[in-house]
């Protein structure tokens, strides 16, 4: 599915009948909905790299600046799983492997590591059956921005045209707090802005907060052993 696509399906699920929302929203809605959604569902990669000399060899291919290691193994194919211990290093020059443990010049280290998704005119690597999810966690900030939108507008306007601002105001809230849920429905998580079960308080959060795993684990060694 390409970006073209999600933009379609994004206009269908956040219509905007006066043009209220620019392009640029709309770009910025999608890709916080990929962070979200990497945040969530982390992208599960793996490389092979060849060692050069020393201890320090090339970051994997597809690395990124929030990817984290999750395993090396070396050397590759034993019963049981021989694991090394490996951390990312940022040098001067770029991302880098460092390995604790001696690896031969010319072994080949397969590293697993999890990295942000992909969502470009190019690329895209969120899998189809959360598709619908993300574009429908872009939709709920659409949507929140609405609400926003009219909510600001009402104070301006006067008889019918503020009933109206208000009306849609409130519509465009619940549709945003309709749509955030089914996000976290569709990618299997609780959703985190849901009131507590037998809470007397009716009022959510209108809007997610992107995240990114904690980043200190891409600096921790790995440990052996372990996947």
Request: charged share 20%.
């Amino acid at each position: 599915m390409a970006l073209a696509d999600f933009q379609a399906l994004l206009s269908d699920l956040a219509r905007d009948q006066a043009s209220v929302l620019s392009a640029d929203s709309r770009v910025r809605a999608l890709d916080a909905a990929r962070l979200q959604y990497s945040s969530d569902h982390p992208r599960r990669m793996v490389d092979d790299v060849t060692w050069p000399t020393g201890s320090l060899a090339p970051a994997p291919l597809g690395w990124t600046d929030s990817a984290w290691i999750q395993s090396a193994e070396y050397p590759i194919g034993r019963d049981p799983l021989a694991t090394i211990e490996v951390s990312a290093y940022l040098s001067p020059t770029g991302w880098q492997l460092m390995a604790a443990d001696h690896v031969a010049t010319g072994g080949v280290v397969r590293v697993k590591f999890m990295a942000e998704h992909a969502l470009s005119a190019t690329e895209d690597t969120i899998p189809a059956r959360h598709r619908l999810p993300v574009a429908q966690y872009a939709a709920h900030l659409l949507c929140h921005q609405l609400a926003t939108h009219y909510s600001a507008q009402r104070e301006n306007g006067y008889g019918s045209d503020a009933s109206m601002t208000e009306t849609r105001a409130r519509e465009f809230a619940a549709r945003a707090k309709e749509l955030r849920s089914a996000y976290y429905a569709g990618v299997g998580i609780a959703d985190p802005f849901a009131p507590a079960s037998g809470s007397s308080s009716g009022a959510t959060a209108a809007a997610g907060v992107v995240s990114w795993p904690s980043r200190n684990p891409r600096h921790r060694l790995v440990q052996r052993g372990g996947l």
